[in-house]
């Protein structure tokens, strides 16, 4: 038996025998750990490791994907009442497409590779649902400029508002709010804001 390996465990001595007799095996598994193992239990493939290969059971392989968590988060705000963000999203009638919510590989493969660690799932029309040609990947200042106009705004524009007669413009930079000025024209305040996105 020495040498021989069933499932992760590699078969690496003889040990003693179990208290009925039976003929028992040290085996290394592919995790590092060590166990002994009756030599019944390995050729009938009962066990196959030390108890890891369970642990990992437990979970669907789609559960171990890093982009699992953000398909699952994304259908819970347009789906479910109970989440805190269902209002923005579900509430106001954001879906998810039928290929996506019926199949997490699907929105891996139409989602394609992240550029960088930190970037995560945005929607390019903030009113849009949640397909591929509406989402990418975008980076954390992408999405703070992305978000969508807030309903106090009576400018209806991104970072315009009106102060009194005048319009001032601002854009969020690394978390700050950078002031752009104040216009007596809403064009020229819209423009500002464009050209500092830019």
Not at 54 to 71: D, I, L, N, S
Not at 87 to 106: H, L, M, Q, S
Request: net charge positive.
């Amino acid at each position: 038996m020495t040498g021989k390996q069933f499932g992760k465990l590699t078969v690496i001595a003889r040990a003693e025998n179990s208290n009925s007799g039976k003929a028992r095996w040290k085996c290394l598994c592919s995790c590092g750990v060590e166990k002994t193992i009756c030599g019944e239990h390995l050729r009938s493939g009962a066990i196959k490791s030390c108890g890891c290969r369970a642990q990992f059971a437990e979970k669907p392989k789609a559960e171990r994907h890093p982009y699992y968590a953000t398909w699952k988060n994304m259908k819970a705000r347009c789906n479910n009442p109970r989440n805190s963000a269902y209002t923005n999203y579900g509430g106001r009638g954001i879906k998810v497409c039928p290929e996506w919510a019926a199949d997490f590989w699907t929105f891996v493969k139409d989602m394609g590779p992240k550029p960088d660690p930190a970037y995560s799932l945005d929607r390019i029309d903030c009113d849009g649902d949640y397909c591929p040609k509406n989402c990418r990947w975008a980076s954390p200042t992408t999405q703070s400029r992305n978000k969508r106009v807030r309903l106090s705004n009576t400018t209806k524009i991104k970072g315009v508002c009106k102060r009194g007669k005048r319009y001032k413009a601002v854009i969020g930079v690394k978390g700050k709010i950078v002031n752009l000025g104040t216009f007596a024209n809403i064009k020229d305040a819209e423009k500002a804001r464009k050209d500092a996105e830019a």
